[in-house]
Structure formats: structure tokens, C-alpha cells
């Protein structure tokens, strides 16, 4: 049976999406204000602020029949944005916030806008978890290791995509980032314009962590790097769909950066030839970029009695795998160390994440982290896209 293409459905421009999840994140707190005053308690009320899955209605629906609850979700796109709403008074909005990992020990809990889990209840859910994820897991902890500060699901390796028919998977593992550095490589990529991980991944490419505290002569190794990375580009864009079909028609042949779950959905309509590859070359011989997502509870004033509900949901096996195949986003999740879980998924599922070579790309990738350079790094980023457009 021809597969439904994916890629087409969901290649909505990821600028779109912000500005009709504004205007939700608006109607969600009128909404909230108002359910208040008439339900000061909110048992049958739920608010999520989460990265594009988890407000999928094959995830949402079951809980909203099963437990009688009206749940709103907006998808982010930026998790600095997201910490800065809360710290903005959206604690009093949402009661569930999923973000990258780095976030929730670094400065959600710190900050006391995340409340923490109740490890009798959750703990034991750790037993379905990939070994890699084991109790007690660094992120998902305080920094004294006393709180559980959320339940850690998808993850991932990040590097960059290729089309493999084009490029080999073992050319970009041995020569590196580099490649799309290189004057003949000029024309032939896009850039993914996610802010965070371009600047992640093009100081791999220089040569360092984007994690250290950088020097005068680092950021300016990075500065020369970035100009060229983004003037050589064949084009930016915001939309890892777009991009994909850039490389299946050949307009392209690869993109700078990418994830498994940037190609996932091209690999599932039959797009083999895509792939995301982990240089083996960089800093720390870790030149990738690992991402778990930490969903966390809000320290809501008034907190939905129905958050830890929905948390301790998402571990069952059927709502793994749907939270791993919601639309247009496909992904790994934590939950794949159990057997039950794993029985859902088919060989062609495990094929468009990659599972063939999770391990060893993994392997190859540094965890996600606060960037202390960031302000700096992200203004010289902006100022060569807008050199670039002008």
C-alpha cells in the first residue's frame, strides 16, 4: 500500500506555526482566567506547552475521553522563549511544560517555575527506560539529586542530513562538518535555521564546544565559520520538511544541521537515501549533539490536579509509540527499553528513526547543554543572515 506522503502534509512553515500558536497561547489563558472563577479547583482542565507531538490529537484525544478533561496544548519552537513566558508570569497559564533537557535542572528548577514529581509514583517507571536513561538520570534530577524534576521521553542524535545517494554516510563520518564548509560545497546544502542548534553544531564544526566558555579567538574562528556557512547556503530555512524535499528532488544535497527526526518522515514515505550522520571528528570526540526532551509540571499557583495524570500516562506502552510517531515528527523515546513498547513498532518504523545505528550515533554525541556564549554567538549569527538578505 503507497504510503500517505508525509512530507507534503506537514511541511508548514514553522514562522506560521508561531504566530497561530500565539494567538492559541492567547485564548488559552482568557480561557484559564475564566475556567477559574468558575472552577477554582481545575480538575477537568489542562494546559501544555510542548514541542510539536505531544499536542497531537492521537496523543491528547484518549486522555481527554478517559479522564473527562478539557486539554489545550501549544507547541513552542524555541525553548529560551519558553523559560522567559514563564518567567513572565506564564506559571499562572500552563501546568506542563516540555523542553530540552538542559532547561529543567539549569533554570526551571532553580528558578522555581517547575515543581518536582513524586518519585514514589514515578520511580518506578524508570524500569521501562533504555539503559543509557537509567535511575537516578542526570537531567532529570536537581543538582543535588533529591528532586525528580520530570519524565524524560524523546531524544535523539543531532548532526547533519545528507542524501546518501549523493554523499556517503561514511565520508561525512570521516571528513566531518567540514565538508559543507568546503568552496565546493558551495550552493549544494540548506541551513536549518534553528537557531540553537546552528550555533551548537557550526562550533563543533570549528573545532569546540559550544558548552565551554569561549575565547576572543574562538569566537572569531566562529564568526569567519558563520559568514561563510551561511552565505554558501543554497538557503535558509525554518521548515525541516521543505528541506527534505530539497534533498529528494535533488536540489540539494544536504543540510546544516539536522536531527533523525529532521529526514524521519521523509525515511518513512521511502526515503532511505536520507539520513542523519554524527561526524566522528570535533571536540571531545563527541561531535554530535544528543536532545532529550525533560516534561516537567508548572509551578502553577493553581496546578491541574490532572498533570501528574498526564505524565504517568504518557508511559503507557500504546502512548510511547504514539508520542514517538505523532504527525509529521518521528523520534526514539526512552521508553524503547521495554519490551511491550518495542513490540509495537515495525521494521519499517524502526528504519525511518534510524534504530540501526542509534547506539553508535549516541555514542558520538555530546548531551545538550546551556551555551554560556549564547548572546554573543547568536547576535553574530543573526547579523550574517541579515547581511545575507540584504
Request: glycine share 6%; aromatic share 12%.
Amino acid at each position: 500500500m503507497k504510503r500517505k506522503n508525509l512530507l507534503q502534509s506537514f511541511s508548514q512553515s514553522r514562522r506560521e506555526f508561531l504566530h497561530m500558536s500565539a494567538a492559541i497561547a492567547g485564548s488559552i489563558a482568557a480561557s484559564s482566567t475564566m475556567s477559574r472563577s468558575a472552577f477554582a479547583a481545575r480538575e477537568n482542565e489542562l494546559n501544555i506547552y510542548c514541542w510539536e507531538g505531544y499536542n497531537s490529537d492521537k496523543v491528547l484525544d484518549p486522555f481527554r475521553k478517559e479522564f473527562k478533561t478539557n486539554v489545550k496544548a501549544q507547541g513552542l519552537i524555541s525553548d529560551p522563549d519558553a523559560v522567559n513566558k514563564l518567567r513572565a508570569g506564564e506559571t499562572k497559564v500552563w501546568d506542563i511544560i516540555n523542553l530540552n533537557n538542559a532547561w529543567g535542572r539549569r533554570q526551571l528548577f532553580p528558578e522555581n517555575l517547575i515543581v518536582p514529581l513524586d518519585q514514589a509514583r514515578f520511580k518506578p517507571k524508570w524500569d521501562m527506560v533504555l539503559p543509557e536513561f537509567k535511575w537516578p538520570y542526570y537531567w532529570a534530577m536537581s543538582n543535588d539529586g533529591k528532586n525528580l524534576l520530570g519524565m524524560v521521553q524523546r531524544f535523539g542524535p543531532s548532526g547533519v542530513n545528507v542524501n546518501t545517494d549523493k554523499i556517503s554516510r561514511e565520508t561525512v563520518q570521516n571528513d566531518g562538518y567540514e565538508i559543507f564548509l568546503a568552496d565546493d560545497f558551495k550552493g549544494k546544502y540548506a541551513v536549518l535555521m534553528y537557531d540553537d542548534w546552528v550555533i551548537m553544531h557550526l562550533c563543533m564544526a570549528c573545532g569546540f564546544s559550544p558548552f565551554d566558555n569561549l575565547s576572543d579567538a574562538q569566537i572569531a574562528t566562529y564568526e569567519t565559520a558563520m559568514r561563510k556557512l551561511i552565505n554558501n547556503a543554497a538557503f535558509l530555512s525554518d521548515d525541516m520538511n521543505a528541506i527534505a524535499l530539497g534533498m529528494v528532488n535533488g536540489s540539494i544535497i544536504g543540510s546544516f544541521p539536522g536531527s533523525t527526526y529532521t529526514v524521519s518522515a521523509a525515511r518513512f514515505d521511502g526515503n532511505a537515501n536520507l539520513r542523519c550522520v554524527i561526524p566522528k571528528k570535533g571536540p571531545n570526540n563527541k561531535p554530535g549533539v544528543c536532545w532529550m526532551e525533560l516534561t516537567s509540571t508548572v509551578n502553577n499557583p493553581e496546578l491541574s490536579p490532572r498533570a501528574a495524570d498526564f505524565l504517568e500516562y504518557c508511559y503507557r506502552p500504546e502512548v510511547c509509540k504514539n508520542v514517538s510517531f505523532a504527525e509529521g515528527t518521528y523520534n526514539p523515546v526512552t521508553q524503547m527499553g521495554d519490551k511491550r513498547v518495542m513490540a509495537l513498532y515495525s521494521k519499517e518504523e524502526l528504519d525511518a528513526i534510524q534504530f540501526d545505528t542509534l547506539d553508535e550515533d549516541m555514542a558520538l554525541c555530546s548531551d545538550f547543554d546551556i551555551i554560556p556564549n549564547y548572546p554573543k554567538l547568536h547576535e553574530i549569527f543573526a547579523t550574517a543572515v541579515r547581511e545575507r538578505k540584504a
